[in-house]
C-alpha cells in the first residue's frame, strides 16, 4: 500500500454567475481546510486579484493560466474548438495529463461534458456522459440517472446507467449492495414502455442488484439506491419537482403569512425547497460515465457550494469511483453480451 | 334549434370502493338538484335498498338491471367476456344503444375503459383511449394527456392528444383557441428526444394553436391550456407529482405542528394535498377520444364526487365534447395526411 497523498483538484475559477470571486473563495477554503491541493485554473490577473483578498498564503494552491471562458448557451463542439485555451478546457486538459486528479467546473454544463468527452473520453457502450445525483431532498440517498443529457437511450444504456449509479452508490455512501430500480408506470415486472420492457430483461442478467420497477411516486420515498431513466424522463422528473416546489412554496408562504411568526414561515419555505430541489448539499456531481473525476456545480454556486463540490471531487478520487465504474461496466457489459 | 332536453347519465352503480351506497347516494342528488335523468345500473335489490335510503321518489331516477361487478385488478378483456351483464358493460351498452347520453364509473379504469372501446369505440388514428384531465391542482385549467393509457406513441398519436385536449378545453372551460404546448426537456424548438422531434413538425400543420415545447417546471405554472405527452410521460408527472404532495404535507405537518394551531396545520396540509394531487372537483374525466361520453371517477369516490362526476358528463354533452373532438380530429388527420 501507498502512502496517500493530497487530491490534486483542478478549479474552473472562471466558470459560474459568480466567477472568479465566489469560485477562488471556496477553493481557498477547500485547500485551508479540507487538505487538498487546488489548482485555480483561470485568467492570471483575475485570479490574482482574488487571491489577494484572502490570507491565501502558504496554503496549497497553485495559479494556472488559461485564456477565456466558454460561456452558459454557447454552442459547446463550436466554443471548445474557438477558444481552445478556454478555463474548462486547461482544467479537464490537467486531469488527462495527469497533473490534476478531479476537475470541478461552476460553469456551462454543456461545455464541461464536451470537454470530458474529448479529453477524458467516455466508457464503451455509452454515448455521452450521464448527468445524475441525488436530487431529491426528501430522498436524500437516491441517485438518478440520466438526467438530460441522454433524451434517447437503448436498452442497454439503461442499464449502464444502473451500473454508474450503483458504483456512485458505493464510491460515495459506501452502499454494500445498491439496490437499483427502473424507474416506469407501475409496480410490476412488464408494466411500462417497450423501453423499460426491453431494459427489464438485461438487468435481470446483469449482475446488478435490480429490484424491478419503481414508481415515479416511490422517489420522493427514497425506495431506491439507484433510479435509473432516460435523461427525457428524468429531465421531467427535476424539473416539475423544482416547479412543484416553487408552487407549493408560494401557497404555503401565502397561507402562513401574518398568521404565524416570519422565522416559522421561512423555516417551512426552506424545508420545502430542500425536499423539491436538486440538492446542493453536495456542491455538484460528477459527470457520470467519464474516463475521469470531472464535477459538474450549480452556475449559481457561492464560495460554500464551491467548496463542497472540490470535497466531492476528493471523495470520489479517494474511493476510486472511477476505477470501480470500469470495473463494474466491463463486468455487466460481458455478461449482458454487447 | 330543438328544445333542450335532460341530459341522460347511466350510473355504474357497483363500480367504486364505496358502491352502491356512495354511488346511489350522489346519482340522487344529481337528478334532485342539477336536472338530470339518472339510469342507475347495478344489482336491482341492492340498488333499490339504497334508493330506498333517499327521498328518491318522484326523481328523474330509473334502475336498470346488471349482474356482477368487475373488480379492480381484474385482467379487463377476460372479465369482460367473463361478466357479459357486468354493471360497467350494461352502462356503456345503453350509450351505443342512444338510450343514455353518457355513462359514469367509479370502478376499475381497465374495465370501463375496455367497455368503452369495445362499445363505442375510439376514433380512428388511436389505439386506445387516453386519460387526461387538470390533474395539477396548482394548475387547474391545464388538461394534461396522456396520463398512462398509452405509454408507447406515435408522433402523430400525440397530435391526436392535442386535438382532443383543445376540444376539452373549448368544451368544458369555453376556452376559445387553447394552446398546445408539448412536454419535453427544454423550452426551445428542437430540444427533445426522437419522438417530440418528430411530433413537433406534425403539430406545426396541424391546425392547432400549437406553441412549442413546454418544460415540467411550467406545467405547475400553467402556462398552457393543453399539456401532451405520452402515456410513460404523463404517468410520472402525475404520480411523482402525487408522491412529493405526500412527502411534502408530512414535512410541513411536523414542522408546524405543536408551533401553530391544529387549524393552521391542516389548512395548509389541505392545501399542499390539493396543489399536488390529482384534482378531485371534477369528481372524474372522460376516457378521451372514444365515440361517447364515458366518465371514469376516482374508487375512493364519495357521493359529492360521483354527483360532480355526473356534471362532469351532462356538460360535456351539452357542449357537444363527442362531436366537436370526431370534426377536429377528422381535420387535423386530413393535414397531417394521416
Given at each position: 500500500m501507498t502512502e496517500r497523498t493530497a487530491v490534486r483538484v483542478a478549479v474552473d475559477a472562471m466558470g459560474g454567475d459568480h466567477a472568479p470571486s465566489e469560485v477562488v473563495a471556496g477553493a481557498v477554503e477547500a485547500a485551508r481546510n479540507d487538505g487538498v491541493i487546488v489548482l485555480l485554473v483561470g485568467d492570471e490577473s483575475a485570479v490574482g486579484a482574488e487571491l489577494a483578498k484572502h490570507d491565501a498564503a502558504g496554503l496549497p494552491i497553485k495559479t494556472i493560466p488559461s485564456e477565456g471562458v466558454i460561456e452558459e448557451g454557447e454552442p459547446p463542439a463550436l466554443?471548445?474548438?474557438?477558444?481552445?485555451?478556454?478555463?474548462?478546457?486547461?482544467?479537464?486538459?490537467?486531469?488527462?495529463?495527469?497533473?490534476?486528479?478531479?476537475?470541478?467546473?461552476?460553469?456551462?454544463?454543456?461545455?464541461?461534458?464536451?470537454?470530458?468527452?474529448?479529453?477524458?473520453?467516455?466508457f464503451e457502450g455509452l454515448d455521452r456522459p450521464a448527468l445524475g445525483?441525488?436530487?431529491?431532498?426528501?430522498?436524500p440517498r437516491t441517485v438518478l440517472l440520466d438526467l438530460g443529457a441522454n433524451v434517447d437511450c437503448r436498452p442497454s444504456m439503461l442499464v449502464s446507467f444502473g451500473v454508474i449509479g450503483a458504483?456512485?452508490?458505493?464510491?460515495?455512501?459506501?452502499?454494500?449492495?445498491?439496490?437499483?430500480?427502473?424507474?416506469?408506470?407501475?409496480?410490476?415486472?412488464?408494466?411500462?414502455?417497450?423501453?423499460?420492457r426491453e431494459a427489464t430483461a438485461l438487468f435481470e442478467t446483469s449482475g446488478l442488484n435490480f429490484v424491478g420497477n419503481v414508481e415515479a411516486g416511490g422517489l420522493a420515498a427514497g425506495s431506491v439506491d439507484v433510479a435509473v431513466m432516460d435523461g427525457f424522463a428524468g429531465n421531467i422528473v427535476m424539473k416539475l419537482a423544482e416547479g412543484l416546489g416553487d408552487a407549493l412554496s408560494d401557497r404555503v408562504r401565502s397561507q402562513l403569512e401574518g398568521r404565524v411568526s416570519e422565522e416559522i414561515v421561512e423555516q417551512v419555505v426552506q424545508d420545502i425547497y430542500e425536499v423539491s430541489n436538486v440538492a446542493e448539499t453536495h456542491g455538484g456531481g460528477p459527470l457520470l460515465g467519464v474516463k475521469g473525476v470531472a464535477i459538474v456545480g450549480h452556475g449559481r454556486a457561492g464560495a460554500g457550494a464551491v467548496r463542497r463540490a472540490i470535497g466531492t471531487a476528493s471523495r470520489l478520487v479517494e474511493s476510486e469511483f472511477v476505477s470501480s465504474m470500469r470495473e463494474d461496466l466491463a463486468r455487466a457489459r460481458e455478461r449482458l453480451g454487447v
Open positions: 466554443a471548445l474548438r474557438q477558444k481552445p485555451r478556454a478555463s474548462v478546457l486547461v482544467s479537464t486538459g490537467l486531469v488527462k495529463k495527469g497533473q490534476a486528479d478531479a476537475c470541478v467546473s461552476m460553469g456551462s454544463t454543456g461545455a464541461a461534458m464536451a470537454a470530458a468527452v474529448v479529453l477524458l473520453g467516455v445525483g441525488p436530487i431529491l431532498g426528501a430522498a458504483a456512485f452508490a458505493r464510491s460515495y455512501w459506501g452502499v454494500a449492495n445498491p439496490a437499483v430500480g427502473l424507474l416506469s408506470v407501475g409496480g410490476e415486472a412488464g408494466k411500462g414502455n417497450r423501453q423499460v
